[in-house]
């Protein structure tokens, strides 16, 4: 069964710090794995994806890693901003004939505090 | 460029009434749409798929009879909520993929609609 875990669940972090979310997912074929970022209330909006062969992308002051051979991935965001408070996702695709599957983990709440 | 929207944003409706919500992608032709729901602090569940003139294709426990989908032309799907209950009360959101050209393959997702039911 495809499955996607995310850790932490939630976390707190103070404006200016940097922090690492983790991804690790049993998901057969793989595609490729997209971080998103949910604010409250919002639709996803798609940061990174990164693809097999791809080990690390980044989206201003988010930086992906991806480990295929482990089947992890993580999501570093740098100097945060309060903004950046919101749940993110890790959603990994496998590859299907008729358009790739989507599998979502439950997410990781972050809140930045002033 | 790839946006999607959902309308209404949020909706009230009373217990035993319907209400449609609609998803149309703005600057693409999508031939694929999905329809999500989401439950507070939970992460996003497939409800259904449906390809443009096609019948939709339920996720497992999913009433096909009480969410209606329709998905008549390549920028508007419309999911109807029949009958709705309290339960039901969720954040229904969709996306849209493109077989062909620059937005194939990924999927774009609305903002979502809030849906109460009192």
């Known amino acids: 069964k495809n499955q996607v875990e995310q850790s932490p669940q939630s976390l707190i972090i103070l404006e200016g710090k940097n922090c690492t979310l983790q991804?690790?997912?049993?998901?057969?074929?793989?595609?490729?794995l997209r971080w998103y970022k949910q604010d409250t209330g919002r639709g996803p909006v798609s940061l990174t994806i990164?693809?097999?062969?791809?080990n690390t992308k980044s989206n201003g002051r988010y930086t992906a890693t991806l480990d295929a051979d482990t089947k992890q991935s993580s999501l570093h965001i740098t100097a945060s901003q309060l903004s950046d408070s919101a749940s993110y996702i890790c959603?990994?695709?496998?590859?299907?004939?008729?358009?790739?599957?989507?599998?979502f983990g439950t997410g990781t709440r972050l809140a930045v505090r002033p | 460029g790839a946006v999607v929207s959902q309308h209404p944003s949020w909706v009230i409706c009373k217990s035993g009434t319907s209400v449609k919500i609609e998803c149309r992608s703005l600057?693409?032709?999508?031939?694929?749409m999905f329809w999500y729901r989401q439950f507070p602090k939970q992460s996003l569940m497939l409800m259904a798929t449906?390809?443009?003139?096609?019948?939709?294709?339920?996720e497992q426990g999913v009433e096909k009879d009480k969410f209606l989908i329709n998905h008549a032309s390549l920028t508007l799907s419309t999911l109807t909520v029949t009958s709705a209950h309290p339960e039901d009360s969720s954040f229904y959101i969709c996306?849209?993929?493109?077989?062909?050209?620059?937005?194939?393959?990924?999927?774009?997702f609305g903002p979502g609609t809030r849906l109460t039911v009192t």
């Open positions: 996306s849209a993929r493109a077989l062909a050209g620059p937005y194939s393959y990924e999927q774009y």
């Open positions: 991804c690790n997912y049993t998901v057969s074929p793989f595609s490729n």
């Open positions: 990164m693809t097999f062969s791809e």
């Open positions: 959603v990994v695709s496998a590859k299907k004939s008729s358009g790739d599957k989507l599998t």
């Open positions: 600057d693409f032709q999508a031939t694929t």
């Open positions: 449906s390809n443009e003139g096609s019948k939709a294709t339920y």
